[in-house]
């Protein structure tokens, strides 16, 4: 097998359904399924893991994985992501644990199994819905000083390619409650919703 982004991928997915660890993938990857596919350097997954996870995964990604489960725990005491790099590609994958955040859990919960072939290969993945790809991207637009010309058209993207299969409300519902009214709908009349 050689060593390529979608191998990499579908060894990671598969040591977390193997371990019963329920994640999403999100972030560019997500946005390139519902959106514009684009190249992305890494992928963004959310895992909900809890701390006996963490010697069991740092564990079965060895060798194939540079990780490690003292990092991994430390991250799930902070509520801070950690990586997890493939050596054979030099592939990165960011893992984000599941928190309580009203949002977070909304997302999770409204994840959905998509078929999709990111880097060639066929693959069948949990991903965040394109509502709440186009949140989350506003999120990190926003964090980064609403400066990040990938993370907007990112974003309109996935407004222009979802166009008539959005639930607006949703949208707005939770742009309120995440403070980026005003930036969700600069998008929305610019994508022509």
Do not use: C
């Amino acid at each position: 097998m050689s060593a390529t982004p979608g191998t990499a991928l579908t060894r990671l997915t598969e040591v977390l359904s193997g371990l019963g660890i329920p994640f999403l993938v999100g972030g560019s990857l997500a946005s390139s399924i519902h959106g514009i596919p684009r190249t992305t350097l890494d992928v963004d997954l959310v895992v909900e893991l809890l701390p006996r996870h963490a010697e069991p995964l740092a564990g079965r990604l060895r060798p194939e994985f540079h990780t490690d489960a003292d990092i991994i725990a430390r991250a799930l005491e902070t509520g801070r992501a950690f990586n997890v790099i493939h050596i054979a590609s030099g592939y990165k994958f960011d893992l984000f644990p599941l928190s309580s955040d009203a949002f977070l859990q909304s997302e999770f919960a409204r994840r959905r199994v998509e078929a999709t072939s990111p880097f060639g290969a066929p693959l069948q993945l949990p991903v965040a819905t394109p509502e709440d790809t186009v949140l989350a991207k506003l999120k990190w637009f926003q964090a980064g000083h609403e400066v990040s010309e990938r993370q907007w058209n990112d974003v309109r993207g996935v407004l222009e390619v979802q166009k008539g299969r959005l639930d607006l409300d949703y949208l707005r519902h939770w742009a309120r409650h995440l403070r980026i009214e005003e930036l969700l709908e600069r998008a929305l009349r610019e994508a022509g919703l």
